[in-house]
């Protein structure tokens, strides 16, 4: 929102400076996000008189003038054709920076003549378009005064409106907010009577109660349209907002004021009744903003016997707006459901000045006072004679009654306020205060105003009197602290995913962060099936479903820097993703993905050719990341991944699952399937996982932050060496498990070591090399206790279909 300071002054009379204002905007919540004051651009140039006019020795279409610059007379080169002697206009000096472009006016030689400044026209000082001629100022203007004291340059403030304060929507508000923190005092705005001369001549109703609950209008006849004044167009143009003409001015300037969107349609362009309703489907008009929206019967529109003119509380119809050759206005003001206002533009993915008000709610009771004085700007700015009034429905007209007790500001705002200051910051803010009790310090009815839709309950009044108040009042004071040693402040999924992402960044992955919303494409090659959420008011269609894994986002991200020259990519994500629970209920689930692509290793002397990332290379990471978030890694089975049900995403043969029972998937790693990733773009091996955090189960027993005591065994460990025979098919981790389960109590570690497919090893099988530890507890082994050992680890081994190879 922003306006110039002259334009606040209208309505508050105060001598507060430009800084004070600012800083009590930014202390009752009005956040100040800039200060635009033309007097600073205009610095450097002052009103000046030409006293004479010579031609340029060299150059027929310059001039040599003469100016009185007030303190002396300077000589300056120009190329205006209007410039002449006796001419009073705005002179540029030497230092000063052009407003337009930026240039530093500085003395120079102008085609062999020195220039000591120029001459400005009104577009290079960025008053206006005209650049055919330098300003002309009457004759009586006093030469040497500074042009912007005598243009009277006004300061414009901006500030951010959060969207629960649509009564800051308008100055007039902004000037509420200030005279209640004593700032200065509101003038109350004019009551009018307008009763009009003659019956309007237009059928105005309503035919949507829910969606316009009340349609106003009237007509006026014999204006004439054309430019507004110059003050009423430098107020718009300080709002942000381009003048059109008279008209249309006059709407904005009502809606900028007051907060209070209204619209003005040529009567000549209009067919029969204009009337509130439902648009039908299919419906279309062609806005103000010269482009077609196709229309459905959840939106209100504004219509007449020939079709829709407006969509009702967004924005007018191209064919009913007035020109200049409008002569009969009909004048219409209207309250509309916010809520239809707002599903209407998002829908049709629309936005205004119109609907940023009317969806967040404006004042019911503004309908009348708001129709008299655009009806009375009108006049003054274009003449005309008006009609009655006409009124269709009713606004909401009950009043909202908050129960207030006001010892509730002390407990909830931690300040403490006097009841009757309490009573005059709300009052100034336009409630009302009635004491339901005896005890006026007790209880509280505070009637709302129309205008602060934002205000339910007793917690919000504390806020407005807190607010006024001052917020910088509140004193801090520290959370309570139990005796003794702090508890911890993470809880365990916490702590999980700090480990967890400490340990993928200290193995060489690059953490990413990427959207929780996906395109539905990239979506579904990753819903393993499921139903898929859909976003009922996504940021766009690139980000309208709830990412069903991780891996989507980080293919997506993979792609953008592949593309920008990264070689070798090792990226990480944790977070969680979105499924479709029990009833259709929000699933949550968090989880850990990564991607690796590009060269694993660059191409070297002593490497050769670059190497790219396999399957085994992910399988590594997620067994680490496992280790490191606490799952029995030891127990772990590798088992195939299941894509039936949807389209493959990982390639066949070179991806598999790390599962706790057949059923408990902790994570899915592996090649990234041929036909994903051609979807999403992306050339060469890429190897993908994804951990189920969530699945991890937790550790049995009551948790303790102590070590056990270290104790190392008194007696050498030995190792003993077995190579199987088993079926090609056969998982070596399977067989790794089945051997270190034959004797717990003496193996305490089994690692594969060889892995052998040749000569002396029979069709359809390989011969798995096994190294296994047994560690001696109270005496060392002997031959016999050996022996008894491999038997059991060949039986093992045996249950699996492996024959020890002689």
Known sequence: ????????????????????????????????????????????????????????????????????????????????????????????????????????????????????????????????????????????????????????????????????????????????????????????????????????????????????????????????????????????????????????????????????????????????????????????????NEKTYTLDAEMTVIADDSGVHDIAGIMGGEHSGCGEETTDVLLEIAYFDPERIARTGRKLNLTSDARSRFERGIDPNFLDTGLDHLTQLIQTLCGGEASQAVRSGAAPATPKIVHFDPALTEKLGGVTIEPGEQQRILESLGFSVVAEQANFDKSWAITVPGWRPDVDGAPDIVEEVVRINGLDKVTSVALPRADGVARPTATPTQALERRVRRAAAARGLHEAVTWSFLPTAEADAFADGNDLWSLANPISEDMKVMRPSLLPGLLMAAKRNLDRGASSLRLFELGRRYLRGAGGASDERLALGFVLAGEKVSRGWATGKATTFDAYDAKAEVTALLAEAGAPVEKLQVMGVDDSGHGPQFHPGQSATLRLGPKNVLARFGMLHPTVAKQFDIEGPVAVAEIYLDAIPGKKGAATFARTRYAPPALQAVTRDFAFLVPVEQAAGDLVRMVAGADKANIVSVRLFDDFRGQGVPEGQKSLALEVTLQPLDKSYKEEDLKAISDKVTAAAAKLGAVLRG
């Open 1 to 288: 929102m922003k306006f110039s300071l002259s334009w606040l002054k209208q309505y508050l009379e105060t001598d507060a400076s430009l800084e004070d204002i600012a800083l009590k905007l930014n202390a009752i919540g009005l956040e100040v996000e800039g200060i635009e004051d033309p007097a600073a651009k205009l610095a450097g140039f002052r009103v000046a008189k030409v006293l004479a006019a010579d031609k340029h020795p060299q150059a027929d279409k310059l001039q040599v003038l003469t100016v009185d610059t007030g303190e002396g007379v300077l000589q300056v080169v120009c190329g205006a054709p209007n410039a002449r002697a006796g001419l009073v206009g705005v002179l540029g000096l030497a230092g000063a920076t052009v407003p337009a472009n930026g240039m530093v006016l500085k003395v120079a030689a102008v085609r062999g003549v020195e220039s000591n400044g120029m001459m400005c026209s009104t577009r290079e000082l960025e008053l206006g378009e005209d650049h055919e001629g330098i300003i002309e100022l009457p004759e009586d203007a006093p030469v040497g005064t500074p042009f912007a004291d005598y243009h009277g340059a006004d300061p414009v403030i901006e500030v951010a409106i959060t969207p629960n304060r649509p009564d800051c929507m308008g100055v007039y508000g902004i000037a509420r907010d200030l005279a209640a923190v004593g700032i200065g005092t509101l003038k109350p705005i004019e009551v009018l009577d307008i009763p009009g001369s003659f019956p309007c001549p237009v059928d105005v109703r309503t035919d949507d109660a829910e969606g316009c609950p009340a349609f106003y209008g009237r007509v006026i006849k014999g204006v004439k349209n054309g430019p507004s004044p110059q003050w009423l167009q430098d107020r718009l143009k300080a709002a942000g907002q381009r003048p059109i003409s008279a008209l249309v001015d006059a709407t904005n300037y009502l809606m900028l004021a007051y907060g209070r969107p209204a619209h003005a349609y040529d009567l000549a362009k209009l067919n029969g009744a204009v009337v509130a309703r439902r648009a039908t489907d299919g419906e279309t008009v062609i806005a103000l």
